[in-house]
């Protein structure tokens, strides 16, 4: 079975700094999605990026892009210019035969 | 667009009960799914669906049951809660899904959640 490991469960940035959230994965597969979900306070899941795995360019959306690292099975995701509404618990999830999830990390943004 | 809605938002239920929790999306997405979030553990897929009349287990489907007769609604049972059931609830939805097993593909779209509690 696919597992996801983020070994970060909390992190903290100062506002308009750069934090980098790590995630791997391990999964025999070689076609499947990456993504980054956001959950703040209100519970609500957000996605915030996605990445294909037969995609080599990083995915990017505004300030947030990801350093996917196919071989290492590596999948960061980096918050450039943090604001307050960023924080929330992210997390990464892999979905290939299935859909499996990390445990999160927990982001808080200091003013 | 309403998106996915679910309802309740917050329940409490005694051991032996039984209750519906109820989602249901507008976008016309076939790929449905339930999952469950716990302290310090992501979210794990329960049920899912790749159409009416469609449904299958996911990592933890045991005291569960689902069904789908229509695009729009994806109902989970809980026939006899268990403290064990205690969780956060969530329902979501998405275009698409992969030709192998229980995943989507593309952006899923997540209900607000229902707060469950087992005593």
């Known amino acids: 079975a696919q597992t996801v490991t983020q070994s970060q469960p909390e992190m903290s940035v100062q506002e308009a700094e750069t934090v980098t959230l790590s995630c791997t994965y391990d999964t025999s597969e070689s076609n499947y999605y990456l993504f980054w979900y956001k959950q703040p306070p209100s519970r609500q899941m957000i996605l915030v990026i996605r990445q294909e795995a037969y995609k080599q360019q990083n995915a990017t959306e505004n300030r947030f892009s990801v350093n996917f690292q196919k071989a290492a099975k590596s999948f960061s995701l980096k918050i450039s210019d943090s604001q307050l509404g960023d924080t929330a618990m992210y997390f990464c999830a892999f979905t290939g035969n299935d859909m499996r999830f990390g445990a999160g990390t927990r982001l808080t943004v200091k003013p | 667009n309403a998106g996915v809605t679910q309802t309740p938002k917050f329940q409490v239920l005694k051991t032996g009960q039984s209750m519906t929790l109820q989602c249901a999306q507008d976008?016309?997405?076939?790929?449905m799914s339930w999952y469950r979030q716990d302290p310090g553990m992501g979210l794990r897929l329960i049920h899912y669906?790749?159409?009416?009349?469609?449904?299958d287990q996911g990592e933890v489907p045991n005291g569960y049951n689902v069904s789908r007769s229509t695009t729009e609604d994806f109902p989970l049972r809980l026939l006899s809660a268990a403290p064990s059931q205690t969780s956060v609830y969530f329902c979501?939805?998405?275009?698409?899904?992969?030709?192998?097993?229980?995943?989507?593909?593309?952006?899923?779209?997540f209900g607000p959640g229902t707060r469950l509690t087992v005593l």
């Open positions: 979501a939805s998405s275009y698409s899904y992969g030709l192998a097993g229980a995943s989507s593909t593309d952006t899923q779209y």
């Open positions: 669906s790749v159409g009416a009349g469609i449904t």
């Open positions: 976008m016309n997405h076939e790929y």
